[in-house]
């Protein structure tokens, strides 16, 4: 399964990299591509990993990945349908069940102290970097054990995630914003 990951270049979301860092047969784009190449490189690829910081209309464009606010907005969906799509942004939920995509997906996700304050969370630097490392590293083993299966990535995830929720208030909040949509299969049945 040949893999696109889209993870514009940002240092406040450098630990998403150990969610990719070991998979095999990847191409990694992080900035300087037009749309046109970016529309290409989707139509190429099975698996597409989108992440990085985002809102309900899609992952923000913040190192010129083709042009506009988004990287991935509106004009992407026609080329993500029928792909195996992971998105890992804040509100990423709202835009992938609004064009009714099938993926892994995060909502409102809880990535900087600045978000945890928002919500009234109250932590310091060392309890968001334990939530954001847990959970990358987490994701990251089981797409590598399982790459074609995001619905036992979800599972697998949530369930190990959940664990550190007991005692981590980050990973409580993000743990229930953690999903998981397949209606091709649900169609099926």
Same mark, same amino acid.
């Given at each position: 399964?040949?893999?696109?990951?889209?993870?514009?270049?940002?240092?406040?979301?450098?630990?998403?990299?150990?969610?990719?860092?070991?998979?095999?047969?990847?191409?990694?784009?992080?900035?300087?591509?037009?749309?046109?190449?970016?529309?290409?490189?989707?139509?190429?690829?099975?698996? @597409?990993?989108?992440?990085?910081?985002? /809102?309900?209309?899609?992952?923000?464009?913040? $190192?010129? %990945? #083709?042009?506009? *606010?988004?990287?991935?907005?509106?004009?992407?969906?026609?080329?993500?349908?029928?792909?195996?799509?992971?998105?890992?942004?804040?509100?990423?939920?709202?835009? @992938?069940?609004?064009?009714?995509?099938? /993926?892994?997906?995060?909502?409102?996700?809880? $990535?900087? %102290? #600045?978000?945890? *304050?928002?919500?009234?969370?109250?932590?310091?630097?060392?309890?968001?970097?334990?939530?954001?490392?847990?959970?990358?590293?987490?994701?990251?083993?089981?797409?590598?054990?399982?790459?074609?299966?995001?619905?036992?990535?979800?599972?697998?995830?949530?369930?190990?995630?959940?664990?550190?929720?007991?005692?981590?208030?980050?990973?409580?909040?993000?743990?229930?914003?953690?999903?998981?949509?397949?209606?091709?299969?649900?169609?099926?049945?």
């Amino acid at each position: 399964m040949k893999t696109l990951i889209i993870h514009p270049d940002d240092r406040s979301t450098d630990f998403l990299r150990s969610i990719y860092l070991c998979l095999r047969n990847k191409t990694v784009i992080t900035k300087n591509i037009t749309r046109e190449e970016l529309h290409k490189l989707i139509q190429s690829h099975d698996q @597409i990993m989108m992440m990085g910081h985002g /809102a309900p209309g899609g992952l923000f464009n913040s $190192s010129r %990945i #083709g042009d506009g *606010l988004y990287t991935i907005g509106m004009e992407e969906v026609p080329h993500l349908r029928g792909k195996k799509l992971v998105a890992i942004w804040c509100n990423a939920d709202r835009f @992938i069940e609004y064009h009714k995509l099938d /993926a892994l997906y995060t909502g409102m996700f809880v $990535s900087e %102290i #600045g978000e945890a *304050l928002m919500f009234d969370i109250i932590v310091d630097q060392k309890t968001v970097n334990e939530s954001n490392n847990t959970f990358a590293r987490l994701l990251g083993k089981q797409l590598r054990s399982t790459p074609e299966d995001h619905s036992a990535a979800h599972k697998v995830v949530l369930e190990h995630y959940s664990q550190l929720a007991k005692t981590n208030p980050v990973a409580r909040y993000n743990s229930v914003r953690w999903y998981y949509q397949n209606k091709t299969a649900l169609e099926l049945y």
